[in-house]
């Protein structure tokens, strides 16, 4: 059974780093891509960043880039989000997914499967 589990939300002022942290089971991290999206409250989830098995390649929307980092530790199926200078605005729930193709992408449809999230809370 694929799972995926999110974990490191928490309270952070504006301008502060949390790390998000999605452990993977059920599947290996071959020929596969992991995603972090977040949802704000009343809005649409959006993407955030994206990296790949295959060659560790990743992708990150403009909002965040030079900001965020993903990274992966594949012996611990784990894949990592640091997140530094927060946003108020960067407010919601954070969620991993995985898709089955190692292309990465912050397209919703193309992941399968996804964890529960975590809560990130930026004060002002």
């Known amino acids: 059974e694929v799972q995926l589990v999110e974990s490191g939300g928490g309270l952070v002022q504006a301008g502060g780093s949390l790390r998000l942290s999605c452990a993977a089971s059920?599947?290996?991290?071959?020929?596969?891509?992991i995603g972090w999206f977040r949802q704000a409250p009343g809005k649409e989830r959006e993407g955030v960043s994206c990296?790949?098995?295959?060659?560790?390649?990743?992708y990150y929307a403009d909002s965040v880039k030079g900001r965020f980092t993903i990274s992966s530790d594949d012996a611990k199926n784990t894949v990592y989000l640091q997140m530094n200078s927060l946003k108020p605005e960067e407010t919601g729930v954070y969620y991993c997914?995985?898709?089955?193709?190692?292309?990465?992408?912050?397209?919703?449809?193309?992941?399968?499967?996804w964890g529960q999230g975590t809560q990130v809370t930026v004060s002002s």
């Open positions: 990296i790949s098995s295959s060659d560790a390649s990743t």
């Open positions: 997914a995985v898709r089955r193709w190692q292309l990465c992408t912050l397209q919703m449809r193309s992941f399968s499967s």
């Open positions: 059920g599947f290996t991290f071959d020929d596969i891509a």
